[in-house]
Each structure stands twice: as C-alpha cells, then as structure tokens.
C-alpha cells in the first residue's frame, strides 16, 4: 500500500468510520436504551413548546435558516466558497478541506439514518418530511460542517483576535440557527440537533488534521532537515 493510502486510512477513513460507530451508539442510546429517562422523557414537551409558541414572523424566520440548510444550498454554497477559495489563495487545499468536510458529514448522516429508526416529533410539520431518519438532523449536521469549516479558514486567515471572534460569532449562529428552527417546525427532537452538532464539528476536525495540517506530506514521510557539516 502507498504511503498516500495509508495517510488516506489513518486520518480520513478510520476516524470517518469511528464517527459513524459513535454516531450509530449514540442513535440507540437515545431510541432504545435512554428514551424513558431524563432529559430524554422531555423532549416531545420541548417541541409542543415550540410549536405552540409559532407566529407569522418566527415561521418566516425559521424558513430562512432551514433554506440555508437544505441539501441544494449546502451544495452550491460549498461549491462557491470553495471557488472562491482557490482563486483567492492560489491553492487547493482550503478548497479540498470544505469540500471533504462536507461530504464526510453527508456520509455519516446518511449511513446513520439507514441503522437508527427515529419517528420525528408529535406535532405539526411545517415542512415536508424527506424519507430518512430523524435522527440525527441533515440540515443541522450540514450547516455546521459548512459553516463551522469556514469559520475555521476565516480565523487562521485573521490577523487579529477581533476579527477571529466576528469570524466565529457570525458563522456559528448559522447552524445553532438552524438547529433552533429545525426545532421549531417540528422536524427534530432536541438530541437529533445535538447529536448532528457532534457530527459536523467532529467532521470539521478531522479533515483538517487530514487536510490543513502543513506537517503532513502526503505521498512520502516528511524528513528532517540534516545539520550542516561542521568545519
């Protein structure tokens, strides 16, 4: 095997495919082990609250944020940015790193769903259900890889702590935005949402190990510099 494969193995496929476990433990955890335990016995309360606390305004506002997330947005967001990347840094490996960060939580999310069966919320859907689990949450999962990943890209590209903060504040209220409304109308329970923020974020660490790690040298080991000879 390559030396290229083996770095593939090691820091993408084998933490992919440990995330997923995760994943899937924690979709029976909170199905078919926890689900008559606290906090777990209140999470059909929580949404009641939400949806019965609906008005004109906040459906409008939530349709907005859930538009964000849907799969044909992340994709042409992910394509534009990551464009836009490559024709501001030159380069392909902020481009290479959103793109696969995205994918990998696509990944994750749709294998999860196919194991863990999860009915979604006792309340009316103000949106039409896709066929998958609801557990955990595409939309969710999706926006903070995403926006997460270019938070991350933004804040290494920052020159000073302030623009660091904005960069972050600004980019993490899209998918906490997001987790809120998939809420609100009805489409997922509490621990969907959080489950899909331990999803995207751990996506979002893996890949730039794998990827914006300057260290790595992919393809063959990275040397060490030899001393010059002494005279």
């Known amino acids: 095997m390559s030396d290229t494969m083996v770095q593939i193995v090691r820091r993408v496929l084998l933490p992919v495919s440990l995330l ?13 082990v926890l689900n008559r335990t606290w906090p777990f016995t209140v999470e059909d309360a929580v949404n009641r609250e939400l949806a019965g606390d609906r008005t004109g305004g906040w459906n409008d506002v939530s349709l907005v944020f859930s538009t964000l997330a849907s799969t044909q947005m992340i994709v042409v967001v992910t394509v534009l940015v990551a464009l836009a990347l490559r024709l501001w840094l030159k380069r ?9 960060v995205v994918i990998a939580q696509a990944l994750v999310f749709l294998f999860t769903t196919m194991v863990i069966d999860r009915q979604r919320p006792a309340v009316e859907h103000m949106d039409v259900s896709p066929p998958t689990s609801s557990f955990p949450s595409g939309h969710t999962s999706a926006a903070t890889a995403l926006y997460v990943g270019i938070a991350v890209l933004m804040a290494l590209r920052a020159r000073s702590t302030g623009a ?31 489950a899909s923020f331990i999803n995207g974020t ?6 730039a190990r794998a990827v914006l790690d300057r260290s790595l040298r992919w393809g063959r080991a990275k040397l060490p510099t030899a001393e010059p000879a002494r005279t």
């Not at 392909?92 to 696969?100: K, M, T, V």
């Not at 751990?202 to 890949?207: E, R, Y």
């Open 202 to 207: 751990t996506c979002v660490a893996i890949m």
């Open 20 to 32: 997923f476990g995760v994943m899937v433990l924690l979709g029976v955890l909170v199905t078919r």
């Open 164 to 194: 660091k903060v904005a960069w972050w504040t600004l980019l993490v209220m899209v998918p906490v935005g997001v987790a809120l409304t998939r809420m609100y109308r009805g489409m997922h329970h509490p621990s969907d949402v959080l």
């Open 92 to 100: 392909w490996r902020e481009p290479l790193f959103l793109c696969a």
